[in-house]
Every structure is written in C-alpha cells, then in structure tokens.
Nanobody, 126 residues
Framework: QVQLVESGGRLVQAGGSLRLFCVAS????????MAWFRHAPGKDREGVSC????????RYRDSVRGRFSISVDTAKNTAVLQMNNLKPEDTAVYYC???????????????????WGQGTQVTVSS
C-alpha cells in the first residue's frame, strides 16, 4: 500500500548539483530499506545508493562515491539523493525503491526491492 513519488530531475550542466526527492505515502525510510537506481538508454539498470534502517551505513556505487549522498527525513517520509559534481555519464532516469522487511537489507540488486516510483529524468550537459 506504500506509494513512492520521485521529483527534482532536470537539465543541469556538468559540474553542477541536483537534489532528488522520494516521498512515501507513509513512514518507511529509516525503518525499512530503500535504494536509488538509474537507467540510461542502451545500458543496464544500475544501483546508485542504498540505505537500511537506523545506524546501518549507506552504500554507494564506485562511480558516484564522494559525489552523491543519500539521506532520509523520517518526519517528512522523504528520502533525498544529493548529487554533486555531476557528469554527463550520470544522465539517466532515476528511480527510488523500497524493500519491506527488517531494514537490514542494503543492496544494489533490483530484484531485492518490491516497490518503485515512476522515475525522474536527470540530464547532464557537457
């Protein structure tokens, strides 16, 4: 019954920053597991970042580590992906996803997640 809605994607120049939002219809992030994925035309869907519940550390894809940061605001039922120093290869549709359970999961395998938002387009120009 949980619904996810992404927003914030737009056209930006290389080197710029962008913040993506994922709003859940009920309290989810920080209790259960969630992840950001991206899918570019002609490429496979790939995990960007994941986070479990509580104090469990987040994980990042090697190509975005140090540039992207994932966080949750449980009071607003919102997950945020802060993207800095954007590169043209970051261009993709970005999706947030949710995995019910004990909140211990943090993976970049899309098969581990049950619920997805509609996606938001991020385009980075050179």
């Amino acid at each position: 019954q949980v619904q996810l809605v992404e927003s914030g994607g737009r056209l930006v120049q290389a080197g710029g920053s962008l913040r993506l939002f994922c709003v859940a219809s009920e309290r989810t992030f920080g209790i259960y597991s969630m992840a950001w994925f991206r899918h570019a035309p002609g490429k496979d869907r790939e995990g960007v970042s994941c986070i479990g519940a509580g104090a469990l550390p987040a994980r990042y894809r090697d190509s975005v580590r140090g540039r992207f940061s994932i966080s949750v605001d449980t009071a607003k039922n919102t997950a945020v992906l802060q993207m800095n120093n954007l590169k043209p290869e970051d261009t993709a549709v970005y999706y947030c996803s949710w995995a019910p359970g004990d909140g211990l999961l943090c993976s970049h395998d899309a098969r581990d997640y049950d619920l997805w938002g509609q996606g938001t387009q991020v385009t980075v120009s050179s």
